[in-house]
């Protein structure tokens, strides 16, 4: 079945502690991207990435880092968390940049307490 | 900049009610336009879409017309039943020289039907 994996779904954790959710498609899909969603601002981008080795900022990067060394992974990265990146996060791909029909993956709420 | 205006929610209506949630845009070029549903507990999936100027994008009963002169993409269905019960995310990609572009959400609408 063609799909977005993200894990964990859910995570509650402390500020300051690393962590990292994954996110895997098995589509051979080219751009993947990061949102988060929070009650009345929507969906707002975070990072993207064209291909592989090609990764760049969104609308709300600052607080974030991402890779891609595979097709397939896009990994997002909280340093050092703190209690604003308490969120719902979307991975989504699509075929290429400009396809615009993403799919995404089920989401990962987070708690930074 | 691009940007899309969503009506506030949540909008509760009766099953086989009438449904519009209205959605209007400001963007450079001609963009495409998008309707995204999520589903309780559900990532969001694309529900219809719209690339050209009175193009309407329809699917599951759902439709959208993209009205340039009006800026406005707004979603509609004849007959909503309790399965349609979701959030409704209004989006656009502005068109360039260099392709499309990354999407760009309205806020969502949550839409809640009663039996």
């Known amino acids: 079945e063609a799909q977005v994996t993200q894990n964990p779904r859910y995570l509650i954790t402390v500020t300051g502690k690393k962590l990292t959710v994954t996110c895997s498609q098995n589509m051979n899909h080219e751009y993947m991207s990061w949102y988060r969603q929070d009650p009345g601002l929507g969906l707002r981008q975070i990072y993207y990435s064209m291909n592989v080795e090609v990764t760049d900022k969104g609308d709300v990067p600052e607080g974030y880092k991402v890779s891609r060394k595979e097709k397939r992974n896009f990994p997002l990265i909280l340093e050092s968390p703190s209690p604003n990146q308490t969120s719902l996060y979307f991975c989504a791909s699509s075929l290429w940049e400009g396809a615009n029909v993403l799919t995404f993956g089920a989401g990962s709420r987070l708690t930074v307490l | 900049g691009n940007s899309v205006t969503q009506m506030e929610g949540p909008v509760t209506l009766s099953e086989e009610a009438f449904l519009t949630i209205n959605c209007t845009y400001t963007a450079t070029g001609y963009p495409s336009l998008f309707w995204y549903v999520q589903y309780p507990g559900e990532g969001l999936q694309l529900l219809l879409k719209?690339?050209?100027?009175?193009d309407k994008g329809s699917n599951k009963g759902f439709e959208a017309t993209y009205r340039k002169e009006t800026t406005s993409f707004h979603l509609e269905k004849g007959s909503v039943q309790v399965s349609d019960s979701a959030v409704y995310f209004c989006?656009?990609?502005?068109?360039?020289?260099?392709?499309?572009?990354?999407?760009?959400f309205g806020t969502g609408t949550r839409l809640t039907i009663i039996p």
């Open positions: 989006a656009l990609s502005p068109r360039t020289n260099f392709g499309n572009e990354k999407l760009t």
């Open positions: 719209a690339t050209k100027a009175d």
